[in-house]
């Protein structure tokens, strides 16, 4: 006996609709992933507040982003930066130093224990880095433990359950089943941490065409998928189009400057857009495909 598929394809507001103040949520974009910028525009736009930000050991501008909007009330990461275009976000830096944004440290060895532990739906996972250093006098979710079985002390890492998993892919069917360009190993851990998992794609395909290649399925159980060609943008889809460069520039600069700078900033790429469609028409198909990955 078999048992009807569900369809699992909504509109960007509905899915950002489930994204409500005070959420814990996992935002994807380490690695091979990349940044659920269109949903994350929608975040902002429905007007989203206190939330706890998961982000892995480094995030992006995204989550600076969340923060300049005011959205944002604590971080789990290591890292919000840009590297070489920003040595540290921002509007992160101008939050923390405020105190208006708790910051919650992790490395990626933390970051993949707790999602790990959220996923199998246990308090805590067993890990052996760290042990010896001061991390656990640092750090209130990690706690010195005995093995039971007689072995090494270990490290027990806390639990750290998303109530929703914003992501973005390559593609998907209309039944969930989302497969990434590379492995989304990142994707994947916030998925299975999560509740509630949305995933933006570029592009929708046919169950029949995933099924030709289901060893590239990547998150077999979506609850929502988006489509939001271009998505990503100004970050990079791999298989699709690199960075925008110039435009994570320009944020960089307003978000340095603040006030009425940055504020203009976000009227005219967030919330003077209607939706997703109104984004893509103020920067341009030729701009978005100009990023092209093989000039």
Same mark, same amino acid.
């Given at each position: 006996?078999? @048992?009807?598929?569900?369809?699992?394809?909504?509109?960007?507001?509905?899915?950002? @609709?489930?994204?409500?103040?005070?959420?814990?949520?996992?935002?994807? %974009?380490? +690695?091979?992933?990349?940044?659920?910028?269109?949903?994350? =525009?929608?975040?902002?736009?429905? @007007?989203?507040?206190?939330?706890?930000?998961?982000?892995?050991? &480094?995030?992006?501008?995204?989550?600076?982003?969340?923060?300049?909007?005011?959205?944002?009330?604590?971080?789990?990461?290591?890292?919000?930066?840009?590297? !070489?275009?920003?040595?540290?976000?921002?509007?992160?830096?101008?939050?923390?130093?405020?105190?208006?944004?708790?910051?919650?440290?992790?490395? $990626?060895?933390?970051?993949?224990? +707790?999602?790990?532990?959220?996923?199998?739906?246990?308090?805590?996972?067993?890990?052996?880095? %760290?042990?010896?250093?001061?991390?656990?006098?640092?750090?209130?979710?990690?706690?010195?433990?005995?093995?039971?079985?007689?072995?090494?002390?270990?490290?027990?890492?806390?639990?750290?359950?998303?109530?929703?998993?914003?992501?973005?892919?390559?593609?998907?069917?209309?039944?969930?089943?989302?497969?990434?360009?590379?492995? +989304?190993?990142?994707?994947?851990?916030?998925?299975?941490?999560?509740?509630?998992?949305?995933?933006?794609?570029?592009?929708?395909?046919?169950?029949?065409?995933? !099924?030709?290649?289901?060893?590239?399925?990547?998150?077999?159980?979506?609850? &929502?998928?988006?489509?939001?060609?271009?998505?990503?943008?100004?970050?990079?889809?791999?298989?699709?189009?690199?960075?925008? $460069?110039?435009?994570? !520039?320009?944020?960089?600069?307003?978000?340095?400057?603040?006030?009425?700078?940055?504020?203009?900033?976000?009227?005219?790429?967030?919330?003077?857009?209607?939706?997703? =469609?109104?984004?893509?028409?103020?920067?341009?198909?030729?701009?978005?495909?100009?990023? +092209?990955?093989?000039?």
């Amino acid at each position: 006996m078999t @048992g009807t598929r569900e369809r699992v394809v909504v509109e960007l507001a509905a899915a950002a @609709g489930r994204v409500e103040s005070g959420m814990t949520v996992g935002v994807g %974009g380490l +690695g091979t992933s990349s940044h659920p910028m269109a949903l994350l =525009h929608q975040v902002i736009r429905q @007007g989203t507040r206190d939330l706890t930000v998961v982000a892995g050991p &480094m995030a992006g501008l995204d989550v600076d982003l969340l923060i300049a909007a005011g959205c944002v009330r604590e971080v789990v990461s290591s890292y919000v930066g840009a590297e !070489r275009l920003a040595s540290i976000g921002p509007a992160y830096r101008r939050a923390v130093e405020a105190g208006d944004v708790a910051v919650r440290e992790v490395d $990626e060895g933390i970051w993949v224990q +707790g999602l790990r532990a959220a996923a199998q739906l246990v308090p805590f996972q067993a890990w052996r880095g %760290g042990v010896g250093t001061a991390l656990p006098d640092r750090n209130p979710d990690l706690r010195p433990i005995d093995d039971p079985f007689g072995g090494p002390a270990l490290l027990a890492v806390r639990a750290l359950p998303l109530d929703v998993a914003i992501l973005h892919a390559a593609t998907a069917d209309a039944y969930g089943n989302v497969q990434h360009v590379g492995t +989304g190993f990142a994707d994947r851990l916030q998925s299975q941490a999560a509740d509630l998992t949305i995933v933006q794609v570029e592009r929708i395909e046919s169950n029949e065409g995933i !099924r030709r290649a289901p060893w590239f399925t990547t998150i077999p159980d979506a609850d &929502m998928v988006v489509h939001a060609p271009g998505g990503a943008h100004p970050y990079a889809s791999p298989g699709y189009f690199v960075e925008d $460069e110039d435009f994570l !520039r320009d944020y960089v600069a307003a978000a340095k400057a603040g006030g009425a700078e940055l504020a203009a900033w976000l009227d005219r790429y967030v919330h003077g857009c209607a939706d997703h =469609h109104d984004y893509l028409d103020l920067i341009g198909l030729r701009r978005l495909f100009g990023l +092209g990955e093989h000039p």
